[in-house]
């Protein structure tokens, strides 16, 4: 894989999950029963942690996430 292709791939996959990690802030708060949300902040924890995988990644290809 070229690195052009590495950096667009992961530029997608930052995207991706960017937009995923948005959509389920905005159901946890939306919801209201305590063990639901519960679980959206475990979600969203590890969403939060693999957002910055992805963005370190994308750096170190010489990239700023988007």
Same mark, same amino acid.
């Given at each position: 894989m070229k690195p052009t292709d590495?950096? %667009?791939l992961? +530029? /997608?996959l930052y995207r991706d999950k960017l937009a995923l990690y948005?959509? &389920?802030v905005e159901g946890a708060a939306a919801v %209201?029963? $305590?063990?639901?949300n519960n679980t959206y +902040? $475990? *979600? *969203?924890?590890r969403e939060e942690t &693999?957002? +910055?995988w992805l963005a370190? %990644?994308?750096? /170190?290809c010489g990239a700023v996430p988007d």
């Open positions: 590495l950096t %667009a992961l +530029q /997608d948005r959509r &389920h %209201a029963s $305590y063990e639901f +902040q $475990y *979600i *969203i924890n &693999h957002l +910055q370190d %990644a994308v750096r /170190d």
